[in-house]
């Protein structure tokens, strides 16, 4: 299955379609997007973007790499919601060459599950609203930050570990692309850490492990930090899976995509 939409600039821009979730019913397709950064959308790739009638935009970027980078570009009838969830900045590509990938990003995403608690909450309101339109949430590089805001909204749709895991390793299709653009911004340098640009499984596991470790369950994290009730539960539901009976032809279990 190909949950990655080419783009010429854009590299790890897919639909979070066609998992599982509550009730057997599959997450809808063209309703939830995540990419790397918006602010590289020009041109053809800009035009492809409004193909997809995208309404809704959230933006987990601090004000600074926006100030760098750009944002999205104001469209009519485009929504734009600034929510920088990660507190402590750190450099990645700077990392020792012995910092395990999988411990060290885990743990950089519980510190950020509990310093952006304010930033995630607004985000699932604005995914649970009616009005929302087809979403597109996104980081710098659609890994970490992206990332973690999918496994927390996958988690809400009772999508299962197995393939909230597998859509976060879906960013190794994009690692090489995802390096040109360091290596571009860096005169040809390489990152000193391995681990820059790559989204093994062990991350994503380590992480969900951790919050249910500390609070029971990634949905009682939710519900004690972000104040999520059945009530957002049920408009996240309604707004992201499929109606109950609706064809199951959406519905799979995990998927190893392609780029």
């Not at 309404?55 to 929504?79: F, H, M, N, Q, S």
Request: glycine content about 10%; overall charge negative.
């Amino acid at each position: 299955m190909n949950r990655h939409i080419a783009f010429e600039r854009l590299h790890n821009f897919r639909d979070v379609a066609g998992y599982r979730g509550y009730g057997g019913r599959p997450v809808r397709w063209g309703r939830l997007y995540r990419s790397d950064s918006l602010g590289k959308l020009r041109g053809e790739d800009w035009d492809r973007f409004l193909t997809l009638g995208v309404r809704t935009v959230i933006d987990l970027r601090y004000d600074w790499e926006i100030t760098a980078k750009g944002r999205v570009p104001d469209a009519p009838g485009l929504r734009y919601h600034h929510l920088s969830i990660e507190h402590r900045p750190y450099d990645q590509a700077a990392l020792g060459p012995d910092v395990e990938t999988g411990r060290f990003l885990a743990d950089r995403y519980t510190e950020v599950a509990h310093d952006g608690v304010a930033e995630l909450r607004r985000a699932l309101d604005v995914l649970a609203a009616e009005d929302s339109g087809p979403v597109v949430f996104h980081c710098a590089s659609g890994k970490d930050r992206t990332g973690l805001l999918a496994a927390l909204v996958l988690s809400l749709l009772g999508v299962a570990e197995g393939d909230i895991v597998a859509d976060f390793t879906l960013t190794e299709l994009a690692t090489e692309r995802l390096l040109a653009d360091w290596r571009a911004d860096h005169a040809d340098q390489d990152p000193v850490w391995p681990g820059y640009g790559r989204a093994p499984a062990d991350i994503m596991r380590l992480f969900l492990a951790d919050l249910a470790a500390t609070h029971g369950s990634v949905r009682e994290y939710t519900a004690e930090l972000l104040g999520a009730d059945e009530e957002l539960v049920a408009a996240l539901r309604r707004n992201l899976l499929e109606p109950p009976g609706a064809g199951r032809s959406g519905a799979r279990g995990t998927t190893v995509g392609s780029a």
